[in-house]
């Protein structure tokens, strides 16, 4: 279905869209669900103005049955459209978690880890609760408050006009409940963001916390946060909560308002009995839409809220396009003139770097703490974008390849280790689905981990639990070299791979970047330690983010050891007083 000239289309109105039949059918049963309202109306009016009068026992029974199977028939609709109202929000749901999920992941590469971390997961669960809510059906009734209203002015225009006030002050609690909720829901959610991201950051550092004493300090830092959001949510459900209890109220006043104005028309002679118990039901069932509109309005708010704050995510990382395959790299890494500016910040890390490594080789980039260099390599397997300049693979542009393809030619290894909960075979293999035993031991021993693994209880499947906790720092990051190598990929990227390695692990290390070479890779290394830089024969030191020598390994070392001035010869005193060298 085209949009309309001027209408901006999002991915979650287009997945909405497609469950437009059964929004059409929830329509339809609507419909009937409200005709069927009427039944009680009715059988109260010829209950007291045909059955007593009357005194028809047969008349009475039939009209019993009939209601009965209308009474039925009305709850039936109505489970079958909470029902599908449920599914599409599953089908929202299943059409749009993957998406969801991929801008997740992708958010902290361009933002910065100052995002909503998890908060696009939530949203998409506050929009779907809403529509498996009651919340909906209450709008696809509230269409029908005319037609009630219109039945009241047929029974009298007294009693029309009576449940047209209660209407009118009923909408218009309606839209002060919008506007006084607004404000309190935003803040509601962002506190409670708030609170969410400080829960699991303690959780994350729990030894820092124990270890340096900070548990007690950052448990009353999380008491003050949590106060602030309960808070916070407290004052958004006083809101709606007030205001929903004044609708209450209101109905109510409006029922017996309606038998009032019933009454003293049967006492004038102008209405009759039944007609007084018909109106007060009409009236009430013409409002309770509204009522029930009031009750999950702080619902509705929180999924408008999610669903505006979804599709301007969506917009902002739009999902990758199909690319033209492109041949597999295998000759040459080109960086032009990279300048590298952090995603959420303005300050740039690294610029105007230029250097170029062909197929076999092997390159060590060195320098101080915070000269760039992991920014760099980030930005060399794709994770950062350079603000300015290209990374490129056998002369294309790391933006010609989806994440997906570009994985498989390149191997990663960051400073900050982190595995997944699954299964050793799992984690070196990527959680490839199709991936060989041999592929996967082959990666394993190219990292000298084989024999490691093969000694645990069980071996290549042994569980490894969340965050791969079940292993040693040492450990998980033999573990995750072997996942860098896994696939032979062309270009290797290993950032500090020794950092928690042990003297067997440092060989281990070495051998598998000279294997890599051998095989035609190129091999990136950023090391603090020389062990680090033994597999490879060119070298790039980095000052401030620029390059301040590159090139053989032998010579820019000796540049730099030419640069480091001699320590001053040290003066001994001897007891006599003389100086000695």
Not at 99 to 113: A, C, K, N, Q, S
Request: one cysteine or more.
């Amino acid at each position: 279905m085209a949009a309309a000239p001027g209408v901006r289309r999002s991915e979650l109105g287009d997945a909405l869209r497609t469950c437009r039949n059964a929004f059409i059918g929830v329509g339809i049963m609507s419909c009937m669900i409200n005709l069927l309202y009427l039944t009680g109306s009715i059988f109260m009016l010829e209950v007291y103005d045909r059955v007593l009068p009357s005194r028809s026992v047969p008349t009475l029974v039939g009209l019993v049955v009939l209601a009965a199977f209308l009474y039925i028939a009305q709850g039936v609709l109505d489970m079958l459209r909470s029902r599908i109202l449920g599914r599409i929000g599953t089908s929202l749901d299943e059409a749009m978690n993957e998406r969801v999920f991929e801008t997740v992941v992708r958010l902290p590469l361009l933002v910065g880890t100052r995002n909503e971390g998890l908060q696009p997961l939530r949203d998409l669960d506050n929009v779907r609760s809403f529509l498996g809510s009651m919340g909906p059906g209450a709008f696809f009734d509230l269409p029908w408050l005319p037609f009630y209203l219109a039945i009241c002015f047929l029974f009298h225009w007294l009693l029309g006009v009576t449940a047209l006030a209660g209407a009118i002050i009923l909408v218009a609690v309606t839209l002060v409940t919008e506007f006084m909720s607004r404000q309190p829901a935003k803040d509601a959610m962002t506190l409670a963001a708030r609170r969410n991201d400080l829960a699991a950051s303690s959780r994350r550092n729990a030894e820092v916390l124990v270890a340096m004493g900070m548990s007690g300090r950052m448990t009353r830092r999380w008491s003050e946060t949590n106060e602030e959001y309960i808070t916070g949510n407290q004052r958004a459900s006083d809101v709606t909560g007030g205001l929903g209890a004044v609708a209450k109220v209101l109905r109510m006043m409006l029922q017996s308002a309606v038998l009032a104005v019933g009454a003293w028309l049967v006492i004038y002679q102008e209405a009759t009995a039944g007609i007084i118990i018909a109106g007060s039901i009409l009236s009430a069932r013409a409002l309770a839409p509204v009522d029930l509109a009031i009750a999950h309005w702080k619902g509705f708010v929180a999924a408008r809220q999610s669903w505006r704050r979804l599709s301007n995510l969506l917009e902002k990382l739009p999902a990758p396009q199909a690319q033209t395959l492109l041949h597999p790299p295998e000759q040459k890494l080109s960086v032009e003139a990279v300048t590298i500016v952090p995603p959420g910040e303005q300050r740039v890390i690294v610029a105007d770097v230029n250097f170029a490594v062909e197929a076999g080789h092997g390159l060590g980039i060195i320098g101080p703490s915070g000269s760039g260099k992991s920014s760099l390599v980030r930005a060399l397997v794709g994770v950062w974008q350079p603000a300015r300049g290209k990374v490129r693979l056998d002369g294309a542009a790391l933006d010609q390849w989806t994440s997906d393809v570009l994985g498989r030619h390149v191997g990663y290894l960051p400073q900050d280790v982190e595995l997944f909960a699954g299964t050793i075979a799992q984690n070196i293999c990527r959680f490839d689905p199709e991936a060989k035993s041999e592929t996967i031991i082959a990666a394993a021993k190219e990292a000298g981990v084989h024999e490691m693994v093969i000694k645990m209880r069980e071996g290549y499947d042994t569980q490894i639990g969340e965050q791969g906790g079940a292993l040693s720092a040492g450990q998980a990051q033999r573990v995750a070299l072997a996942r860098a190598l896994y696939g032979n990929p062309f270009l290797i990227v290993l950032d500090e791979p020794n950092s928690n390695l042990d003297a067997e692990g440092d060989e281990a290390l070495t051998r598998a970047v000279r294997g890599a070479r051998e095989r035609g890779a190129i091999v990136v290394v950023v090391a603090h330690r020389p062990v680090g830089i033994e597999g490879v024969d060119q070298l790039l030191v980095l000052k401030d983010g620029r390059v301040q020598a590159f090139g053989p390994k032998e010579q820019v070392l000796g540049q730099v050891l030419q640069r480091v001035p001699a320590p001053a010869p040290i003066k001994v005193v001897s007891e006599g007083g003389v100086t000695k060298p």
